[in-house]
């Protein structure tokens, strides 16, 4: 091409851009004046590089086997789901040196066929991807079509060479096969997989391995596109064509001059859109061919997807979507005096009327408006609200002029001399009977204009504003106020109903009623309530309301009831919203309308009534402050396709852990590790130790995908299902152990719901303690447990009655003893004492010897009464301790050698470790004491006797010395029992019993106890 050419080109892109690009991009820049005009019936949205795109260039689009649309671009090809765009990379294949993809193709098996630059050519399935260059007979080093027969064989052209891939083959098919010399070639395959080419100005066919032309035109170069009808449409130069085999060839339009074709499509309509090189896009109805505005007059692909939306591809201009446009916004460029509108409507004869918020008044019909405040015969005033009048023409509310009517070209009006009460007009109702009712301003007053006469109305005290009024089905009168009021009109007397609202009032904003007798009414941040039958029930953003404020209300007469709020234009079902007020369900669906519509940010108005409008011909007509806004329901088309549903990605503690198609051939190497959510049999586990898990996922549905909605649960965790609205993404705290199901489903712009939706089964691994293994050896260790347990207490109790029999044994050993010790010394004394008194009493004739014998029976009593008190001593429990036994033996050591008059030196420990002593300790060891101070006294004529007693933590040692004659073993000695008696003592207690005597030397007697060992 010649630099005057690129020059020209340029040139005329330029132009392009200058006079019709900015229309073409209603989703861009709206935020002025409506750039697309009302006699624009396409909606243009448009993504570029600032919505995703890594490039203007858009070479090839196409919608996959799920739904997805592939993009592919001069920097990369890209995947798009409505939202968002995911990029793919192909520098990771073999002899691939770039990212740029020339041309791209979408087989009937799902399989892209990618047209690099620098000539490569590769093939992408679901599982794996091959790169056709020169190394296997693949030369084109520039792709211009790519074409598909019916033999899955997929054909390339390059300049007048033509080649076809069919099993992993390339085959060259040219001159030599039939194909005409010269001239550009086009291939495209039929509804019946021929293929067909057009070569210059001949086309044909190619057919049992030769290319045979079919006819011949006057111009080319030419371009084909399948018909769905059969044949081809055909484009040359000059005129659009079509041709069926063994047909005629027919005319249906001619093109503008010095048009250059580059792609064709025939849509599901009929409709033929044409691509041009440098003169935007085309479409050929019947034989009416129109200019459709696009973001750039270079035209390089066509598709239209499975909803029926057209996708074009332009070289700088990104990436369109094309669809018929139901709204549009009128502006001062529609010839509205001021763009600010206050109030609408309709009258009988089919004019809009506006009051616009600086005081003038226009009425317009279609595109076309005027101003009708600017003629002479305008009355003056500023205009506040406009209503149809029954016979014909408008009522005018204006503030400063009262009420006006427009008849017939003429103006006529009515003030406070005529009745009514106030010059400022604020809100007016044509009621069906043919009255009219007018809320007035300063002060807020209600009046009746009927059979030419003002009927003022007795309002509650301190009404504010009059904001809203409508009629009741069965003729009644309802006016909304600024601070909350809602007054009911029935035969001429006002009826508060505030009190129904069960709450504090909340400010009114607008009226509406429906044929089943319902009220609706809209709040300033309260969202609407219903009043009907009666009851009083009232709907916001926490059942799916799209906003809380809202100031229009319109029923489309289909289902449809239409608001407008500070977050601009929704829809939402009626059936929907009664089913909510009622309590049948918990949950409404709206569909918003903003910039995806081509509809700037919209700041509707609320002060005047009526401010919103629906036409004789089914239209909605709102007020706002940028316009009148427009709605046509009928272009609205129902969408029957249910979007498909995919869980895009699974992040575990924001980590990726699950990504849809990772083991996508044109994955990274990192992505590719990751578990495939597209893929079936794979079963996602996730470990115990996470804190969140988070599921993010997508619909795909392109016509307008921001009212795309979404619910899902996870089984095993939820209960119900969670009404996600248009939130894309749901996140779990950390899950516990165990098997779960994520299930998302999704809903189209029309309410059709996916009723399959998308099922994520996985598993949350147990921590090693909440495993199975675990629980067995658990149960094991506790079973081991309870038997080593029962075993020890078993055990425990054995010993416990074994420690009780010896106990008994013991108890009963010592009450023998103290049988025996009664028996032998207590019972002994007795009898001596008994025998004492009865020689008192035969001696009583002597005195002396009475008092004598008396003596001897006292002495024997005290020695019963000691010989009772250690018996007592030795059987009470409360001495079983060491010190106690310690304090016993000394003051009975010291009181027995004292009446001995033996002096007693004792050596005992201050203070006594407090360890218990048995009785038979107690009681052995008190004896042995006994027994040898018994001897010192009787035997030894000892003058003093050392008293010794020491303790440590192995031992008790018992010491009794004196410094008496000593022992002479006596055979016939008297003492000699009493040491036996002793010593067998202390080997009861297996104690270690020593004596050392000499005669002239003293006696010493001593024991060593043991301690008992407690293990």
Request: glycine share 10%.
């Amino acid at each position: 091409m010649s630099n005057w050419s690129r020059f020209f080109r340029a040139g005329i892109c330029a132009v392009y851009v200058l006079l019709i690009g900015g229309l073409a991009q209603p989703a861009r820049a709206l935020d002025g004046e409506d750039k697309n005009s009302s006699a624009n019936l396409w909606l243009t949205r448009t993504w570029q590089t600032d919505e995703g795109l890594p490039d203007n260039n858009v070479t090839g689009v196409a919608q996959a086997i799920d739904g997805h649309l592939w993009v592919a671009t001069l920097g990369g090809l890209m995947r798009f789901d409505g939202e968002r765009f995911e990029e793919f990379s192909t520098t990771h294949l073999p002899k691939v040196p770039n990212h740029v993809v020339r041309t791209m193709y979408l087989d009937r098996g799902g399989r892209l066929w990618l047209v690099m630059d620098r000539g490569a050519v590769i093939r992408v399935s679901k599982t794996a991807a091959r790169v056709f260059d020169a190394t296997n007979g693949f030369t084109y080093s520039r792709v211009t079509a790519v074409a598909e027969d019916n033999e899955a064989g997929v054909w390339f052209v390059y300049g007048n060479e033509v080649g076809c891939i069919r099993e992993d083959k390339v085959e060259r098919f040219g001159a030599k096969e039939g194909l005409p010399a010269g001239g550009i070639i086009w291939l495209v395959t039929d509804g019946q997989g021929q293929l067909w080419f057009a070569c210059g100005s001949q086309v044909g066919i190619f057919r049992a391995g030769r290319w045979q032309t079919l006819l011949t035109l006057d111009s080319g170069p030419v371009r084909l596109a399948a018909a769905r009808a059969g044949g081809m449409w055909i484009c040359t130069a000059t005129r659009v064509l079509k041709f069926a085999e063994g047909g005629e060839l027919k005319e249906f339009a001619k093109l503008p001059e010095r048009v250059t074709v580059q792609v064709l499509l025939e849509d599901h309509t009929g409709a033929l859109w044409i691509g041009t090189g440098a003169d935007g896009l085309l479409r050929l109805e019947g034989k009416e061919l129109e200019t459709i505005a696009v973001s750039h007059p270079e035209i390089t692909a066509l598709m239209e997807d499975r909803e029926g939306n057209m996708w074009v591809g332009t070289a700088g201009g990104g990436l369109n979507l094309l669809r018929p446009r139901a709204m549009d916004l009128i502006g001062t460029k529609a010839g509205l005096p001021f763009e600010s509108v206050r109030s609408v409507c309709q009258d009988a004869e089919g004019w809009i009327w506006a009051a616009l918020q600086n005081g003038s008044l226009a009425r317009g019909h279609g595109s076309e408006w005027n101003a009708v405040s600017s003629a002479e015969d305008w009355p003056g005033g500023n205009a506040s609200c406009v209503a149809p009048a029954r016979g014909g023409g408008v009522w005018i509310g204006t503030r400063g002029r009262g009420l006006l009517r427009w008849q017939a070209g003429k103006f006529q009006e009515w003030g406070q001399r005529e009745g009514l009460g106030s010059q400022n007009v604020r809100s007016l109702l044509q009621a069906a009977n043919g009255d009219l009712w007018i809320a007035t301003d300063l002060p807020s007053r209600i009046w009746l204009f009927k059979d030419g006469e003002f009927h003022e109305l007795k309002l509650p005290a301190r009404v504010r504003a009059l904001r809203a009024l409508a009629e009741g089905v069965d003729g009644t009168i309802w006016a909304g106020t600024s601070d909350g009021q809602i007054l009911r009109i029935q035969g001429g007397t006002v009826v508060n109903e505030l009190a129904a609202q069960k709450g504090p009032p909340f400010s009114v904003r607008c009226l509406l009623t429906t044929a089943d007798g319902s009220l609706w009414i809209g709040y300033a941040g309260s969202g609407i309530a219903r009043w009907h039958g009666g009851q009083y029930s009232r709907i916001t953003a926490a059942q799916g309301l799209y906003g809380d404020y809202v100031s229009q209300m319109l029923s489309d007469g289909q289902g449809g009831l239409w608001l407008t709020g500070n977050h601009g234009l929704f829809q939402v079902r009626l059936e929907e919203l009664v089913d909510v007020a009622e309590g049948r369900s918990p949950h409404l669906r709206s569909s918003a309308y903003g910039r995806s519509e081509g509809l700037p940010s919209l700041e509707p108005v609320y002060d005047n009534s009526p401010t919103a409008w629906r036409g004789k011909d089914g239209q909605l007509w709102f007020a706002t402050r940028k316009g009148v806004l427009r709605v046509q329901p009928d272009k609205i088309r129902d969408n029957p396709i249910p979007p498909a549903v995919f869980v895009k990605e699974v992040k575990m503690d924001d980590h990726l852990v699950a990504l849809y198609d990772s083991q996508f051939p044109l994955r990274t190497q990192d992505e590719s590790k990751l578990l495939d959510l597209h893929a079936s049999g794979n079963l996602l586990q996730l470990p115990p130790r996470h804190t969140k898990v988070e599921f993010a996922f997508t619909a795909l549905s392109f016509s307008s995908p921001e009212n795309v909605q979404f619910r899902y649960r996870l089984k095993g965790f939820d209960t119900e299902w969670i009404e996600a609205g248009t939130r894309r993404n749901a996140t779990y705290p950390r899950l516990p152990a165990g098997q779960y199901e994520f299930e998302v489903t999704a809903c189209n712009e029309a309410g059709v719901w996916n009723k399959t939706g998308f099922h994520l089964p996985f598993v949350v691994r147990p921590f090693f303690w909440q495993t199975w293994w675990f629980g067995a050896l658990l149960v094991m260790t506790f079973t081991a447990a309870v038997i080593a347990m029962v075993r020890y207490l078993s055990f425990r109790r054995l010993r416990q009655q074994m420690r009780s029999l010896e106990q008994q044994a013991v108890l009963d050993k010592e009450r023998a003893r103290i049988a025996k010790d009664l028996h032998d010394d207590l019972g002994a004394r007795m009898t001596q004492m008994t025998l004492v008194l009865e020689l008192a009493l035969q001696q009583r004739p002597e005195p002396n010897a009475v008092i004598g014998t008396v003596q001897d029976g006292l002495v024997a009593a005290r020695e019963v009464i000691k010989s009772l008190d250690a018996a007592v001593w030795a059987v009470n429990p409360a001495n079983n301790t060491l010190p106690e036994l310690v304090a016993y033996i000394g003051q009975f050591g010291m009181e027995f050698l004292q009446q001995a008059n033996i002096r007693c030196a004792l050596d005992l420990p201050d203070h006594p470790p407090e360890r218990p002593v048995s009785a038979e300790l107690r009681h052995s060891l008190f004896l042995i004491v006994k027994e040898a101070l018994n001897n010192v006294v009787r035997h030894a004529h000892a003058s003093e006797v050392r008293l010794q007693i020491s303790i440590n933590d192995d031992a008790l040692d018992l010491l009794i010395a004196d410094n008496g004659r000593g022992i002479e073993r006596k055979p016939d000695d008297t003492s000699a029992d009493g040491l036996r008696n002793m010593r067998q003592r202390a080997e009861e207690l297996n104690a270690q019993f020593q004596i050392e005597s000499a005669p002239g030397a003293g006696t010493k007697i001593s024991v060593r106890y043991f301690w008992p060992s407690f293990n």
